[in-house]
């Protein structure tokens, strides 16, 4: 019997059920039975009520901070492979600890590639996940990894807001590349900021490469975190003429006085998927769901199909 005979099963960590039951349900399927016990000192343990043995195994986790959401992650890893699952697939919709993927000065971790080989080492024989902050965190694994683009799911939505004279920015220099191939995606503009930091999350100077005026800005990076960097950068090109400024990011860490700084800002709106789940809303931040990216790639996996076709950039 080959093994897409057998339904996979799929369980969510805590941080991701909402997200996963959404992904289960766009995959034609319900969430398996997984509970987790929680000692008083605050350690805890999850638990497969149900049979893994034999089967393909999803198990769905964003690993953003704190760090109980991997701890989380890797002992249900580690409880799939102790109970003899076939193939246990990690779905990260969102890859925490990513920016740290290399040294940028002496004696720090790389914990990028700390992570990759944890994830390995619990029992992950498959990594999917979605707009990794650096393209190159993939090459930290010797698993395979189904890196998806977010575009799949953004470029529609911006296409159809008919914006004239459109123009694609980066918040930042490493996001050239993605801004760039968006713009290649929708045939406009490019402008590029160039930021200097006095340290992490705190920017002491930006510039603007490019022209604005005249132009409605769309800013694409792959996560916000403090909004800093973007509402800076939306507040600097309507002072330069921009007509009006959105931005689409992947992943909503939204800390600190985030929520504060996007409501203060010229920001227009700002266009998320589901990776971080939120319980505060704001009437500028617009979410889109990327449960039916994740469903289809599982189930081509599944299927061993290719899924070269959810790869627009």
């Known amino acids: 019997m080959s093994d897409y005979t057998l339904e996979p099963k799929i369980f969510a960590c805590s941080q991701s059920k909402d997200l996963a039951e959404r992904i289960a349900e766009s995959f034609g399927t319900k969430l398996g039975n997984v509970i987790r016990s929680t000692y008083s000192d605050g350690e805890f343990q999850p638990s497969f009520e149900e049979s893994v043995r034999g089967r393909r195994v999803f198990l769905i986790g964003s690993t953003h901070p704190s760090s ?53 080492t619990a029992g ?25 683009f977010a575009s799949t799911i953004f470029l529609p939505h911006v296409q159809s807001l008919n914006l004239e004279n459109l123009t694609i920015a980066s918040p930042d220099m490493g996001g050239s590349k993605r801004a760039y191939a968006y713009a290649k995606a929708l045939k406009s503009d490019v402008v590029i900021c160039y930021k200097q930091r006095e340290k992490a999350n705190v920017i002491s100077h930006m510039e603007l490469i490019g022209d604005v005026k005249g132009k409605n800005v769309v800013l694409v990076d792959d ?79 599944h299927e061993n199909k290719s899924i070269s076709e959810k790869f627009i950039m």
């Open 223 to 301: 996560m916000v975190d403090t909004a800093g960097t973007l509402t800076k950068a939306a507040d600097m090109m309507i002072e330069r003429g921009a007509l009006s400024v959105r931005a689409i990011c992947t992943h909503a860490i939204l800390s600190g006085n985030a929520f504060e700084r996007i409501e203060n800002s010229k920001l227009q709106e700002l266009i998320v998927t589901d990776s971080v789940p939120h319980e505060r809303k704001s009437d500028k931040i617009k979410v889109v769901s990327s449960a039916k990216l994740f469903a289809d790639v599982m189930k081509s996996v």
């Open 68 to 120: 109980e959401n991997l701890m989380e992650l890797l002992m249900m890893l580690d409880a799939a492979k102790r109970a003899s699952a076939r193939h246990i697939t990690a779905v990260l919709p969102y890859y925490g600890w990513a920016r740290q993927d290399r040294k940028d000065k002496p004696r720090v971790p790389i914990t990028a590639k700390l992570v990759a080989s944890l994830l390995e």
């Open 124 to 148: 992950a024989t498959r990594i999917i996940t979605m707009d990794l902050h650096a393209d190159q965190i993939q090459a930290f694994f010797e698993k395979p990894v189904d890196h998806l």
